[in-house]
């Protein structure tokens, strides 16, 4: 059989115990499936990999159910529609989607599945970067769960990934008095400043003392604290919060890898009476009915320009389990995705 007369997917092959590894994963061929009465097919084009998929891969439950073995992984898709028998979705149709790591999948039109806009300037691998779930993360986070407010002085963590970077751009845009990014490299810090716009960025990993370095950013205080890297880093905020603050919780990418015995606790709990500091989690699918209105207006910000976006790219779905691994090593700055068919 050719690779196109087949569907190709990533399978878990063992749990993952801490950080992932590629041998963790199987790529799997079978023949191409078929779309039934209101169903249609889509070949992917690219495929994104996200730390949050961590969660389900170590054999217990999560915010979201274990995956068991041999079951392919989740992930998003963009892609064409090249069979349907579901007269709203077209052939030719390009779709984004909750398809996983796979080279196509079957769609009803339910659950997590949109019509890509046209928009000049608006590469089609975006749908499922800032125009997918993580510029979504970003906007509902920042506008709903932080209770964003102009004059906001902002910090944001895993800054230079698309969650963090777009999170920051947002803020900025919406009138921020200061927007300050933590990330992992001088590279990622120079990118935040030089190119989104971010006041400032500091190295954590080179800082030798990241509260002081924070605390010199932020005279007054944090307002907002956009959190996408877990309790060590919360704990190390909490005191530098300002009257109240807000703290959302967007992601614990430092913790996902670890058994909960080890996870590190939050001691500063002080501030949430003497400084009424609010921290609440953010689960983005619970805003799915704003997902139009926000993709639109991130799509003409994009397109103007005023929302850079940055993309590190991979070619071949055997190559998916490499970069998703990668993302636990700080490999990444901005969005990664996997091209896995045809544009
Ligand atoms: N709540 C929701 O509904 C929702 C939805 C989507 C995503 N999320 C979460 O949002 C967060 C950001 O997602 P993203 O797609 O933009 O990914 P991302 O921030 O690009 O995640 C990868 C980055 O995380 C950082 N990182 C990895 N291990 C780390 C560690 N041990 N300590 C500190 N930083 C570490 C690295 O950057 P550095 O070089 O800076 O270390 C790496 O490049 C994730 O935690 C994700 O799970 C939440």
């Not at 092959?13 to 889509?42: H, I, N």
């Not at 960025?201 to 800082?207: C, D, F, G, V």
Request: glycine share 12%; net charge negative; charged share 20%.
């Amino acid at each position: 059989m050719s690779g196109a007369e087949t569907l190709q997917q990533i399978v878990l092959a063992q749990y993952c115990d801490g950080v992932p590894k590629p041998s963790d994963f199987r790529l799997e061929t079978a023949p191409l499936p078929e779309p039934k009465d209101g169903q249609f097919r889509v070949a992917h084009v690219w495929c994104s990999v996200d730390p949050g998929t961590r969660s389900r891969l170590s054999g217990g439950d999560s915010y979201a159910a274990a995956l068991p073995l041999g079951k392919p992984i989740d992930g998003f898709s963009v892609g064409v529609v090249d069979a349907s028998s579901n007269p709203d979705w077209p052939v030719g149709t390009k779709v984004f989607c909750a398809g996983g790591w796979k080279t196509h999948s079957i769609q009803s039109g339910k659950g997590f599945i949109g019509k890509v806009m046209d928009v000049p300037g608006v590469p089609l691998s975006a749908w499922i970067g800032v125009l997918g779930v993580p510029g979504l993360t970003a906007w509902f986070g920042m506008k709903d769960v932080a209770r964003f407010k102009e004059g906001d002085a902002v910090l944001v963590t895993s800054a230079a990934g698309p969650v963090g970077a777009t999170a920051g751009q947002l803020a900025k845009g919406w009138g921020a008095s200061k927007v300050v990014g933590v990330a992992g490299s001088d590279e990622k810090c120079r990118w935040l400043v030089s190119e989104a716009g971010f006041d400032a960025a500091i190295n954590y990993k080179t800082a030798s003392d990241l509260s002081g370095a924070i605390a010199a950013e932020f005279p007054k205080g944090v307002d907002v604290l956009f959190d996408n890297v877990g309790n060590a880093m919360v704990d190390t905020v909490l005191p530098l919060m300002a009257l109240n603050g807000r703290i959302c919780i967007s992601g614990q990418v430092a913790d996902y890898n670890l058994k909960p015995e080890e996870t590190p606790g939050i001691v500063h709990t002080k501030p949430f009476i003497t400084h009424r500091v609010n921290m609440q989690g953010l689960v983005v699918f619970d805003f799915a009915r704003g997902f139009p209105e926000a993709l639109g207006s991130m799509a003409k910000m994009i397109a103007s320009g005023a929302l850079k976006i940055q993309e590190d790219r991979f070619e071949g779905i055997a190559e998916i389990p490499e970069a998703f691994c990668g993302l636990f090593r700080g490999e990444n700055s901005g969005r990664r995705v996997v091209k896995v068919g045809a544009e």
